[in-house]
């Protein structure tokens, strides 16, 4: 196979090889280096002997990525505050179609945080196989476990994914016009607002990592919600704060920027009634860095 066809075969897995590294690792500087050494590793083997380009690849990226999850894990034991995965943010316009969507798969902040609670190799079964399509006997080659055993792992992470992956997952511009309607409520000081369009039992996750102003644990109930926003709204001056329209993981959400640097990203999740039930917030700089304040006219 010459040079030219091993880049392309590559570059034909390229969007599976980054859906796989993100999932796993939550991060997509990580995922991005994932594929960057998939690619060293690609490129020096012999691929004329390779029948099964993509099972071979997304083999390596998985081992890969099931390393640097040990000390990934470690990290977070240790990590201010509560911890939110690294946003994947796209144009609001992108679509299905566009191709950092399509990476991710539309795979929502909230499912990040449930696929963390799985083992490391839960995650892996579990993402081959629900996600991508692989067989157990495929995941069991790539895992080099046999295929009972990869079985009864996918059978076990299925189940706990089942019971802790969202209830309700609202229509897209029910989701859309009730987080403009917050956020407006929010940079007018419009409190009463707030609470009216929180649900009783929400619960606000920020992540600031240690390294900016985030509260450092989940805040539940509108009152201490309200109290808190309207709390971190203070520092800022009137009109300094700026709010984008975006696709964060494949679904609406925000970008908030200050002065023309990301401040935020944020997604909200509603309940069956319209209200919202769940906020993440990403403070933390160290995730922001890859995301670049959108260059349209800013809504709010």
């Known amino acids: 196979m010459t040079d030219s066809a091993v880049l392309t075969t590559f570059e034909e897995h390229r969007s599976t090889l980054f859906g796989i590294a993100y999932r796993m690792l939550s991060s997509v500087a990580d995922a991005e280096d994932i594929?960057?050494?998939?690619?060293l590793k690609w490129s020096?083997?012999?691929?004329?002997?390779?029948?099964?380009?993509?099972?071979?690849?997304?083999?390596?990226?998985?081992?890969?990525?099931?390393?640097?999850?040990?000390?990934?894990?470690?990290?977070?034991e240790s990590y201010v505050g509560p911890w939110l995965p690294e946003p994947l943010v796209t144009a609001p316009d992108a679509g299905d179609a566009?191709?950092?969507?399509?990476?991710?798969e539309s795979v929502s902040l909230a499912m990040l945080v449930v696929l963390e609670t799985l083992s490391p190799l839960e995650r892996a079964v579990f993402l081959l196989k629900e996600v991508f399509g692989f067989s157990f006997a495929e995941i069991g080659d790539m895992l080099d476990r046999s295929e009972a055993?990869?079985?009864?792992?996918?059978?076990?992470?299925?189940?706990?994914?089942?019971?802790?992956?969202?209830r309700y997952d609202a229509p897209?511009?029910?989701?859309?016009?009730?987080?403009e309607e917050f956020l407006a409520a929010c940079l007018g000081g419009d409190m009463n607002?707030?609470?009216?369009?929180?649900?009783?039992?929400?619960?606000?996750w920020?992540?600031?990592?240690?390294?900016?102003?985030a509260a450092l644990r989940p805040l539940h109930g509108p009152d201490h919600v309200v109290r808190w926003t309207m709390g971190v709204l203070a520092?800022?001056?009137?009109?300094?704060?700026?709010?984008?329209?975006?696709?964060?993981?494949?679904?609406?959400?925000?970008?908030?920027?200050?002065d023309g640097v990301t401040d935020d990203v944020l997604t909200v999740d509603l309940d069956e009634n319209g209200l919202i039930s769940e906020v993440r917030l990403i403070r933390n700089p160290d995730k922001l860095r890859h995301v670049t304040v959108p260059q349209a006219p800013a809504a709010g």
Not at 35 to 39: E, F, N, P, S, Y
Not at 149 to 166: D, E, F, I, L, T
Not at 172 to 179: I, P, Q
């Open 35 to 39: 594929v960057q050494d998939a690619w």
């Open 44 to 76: 020096a083997v012999d691929v004329d002997r390779v029948v099964q380009p993509r099972a071979y690849l997304a083999r390596t990226v998985t081992n890969l990525s099931l390393n640097k999850l040990q000390s990934a894990t470690a990290q977070r």
């Open 98 to 104: 566009g191709d950092a969507v399509e990476q991710a």
């Open 149 to 166: 055993a990869v079985r009864q792992v996918g059978s076990r992470a299925r189940s706990h994914v089942q019971a802790r992956r969202p």
């Open 172 to 179: 897209a511009e029910t989701r859309r016009a009730a987080t």
């Open 193 to 204: 607002r707030m609470m009216e369009l929180l649900a009783p039992d929400v619960t606000v």
């Open 206 to 213: 920020s992540d600031g990592g240690g390294r900016i102003r």
């Open 235 to 258: 520092r800022y001056l009137p009109g300094q704060l700026e709010v984008h329209p975006v696709n964060v993981n494949g679904k609406f959400g925000v970008l908030i920027s200050a």
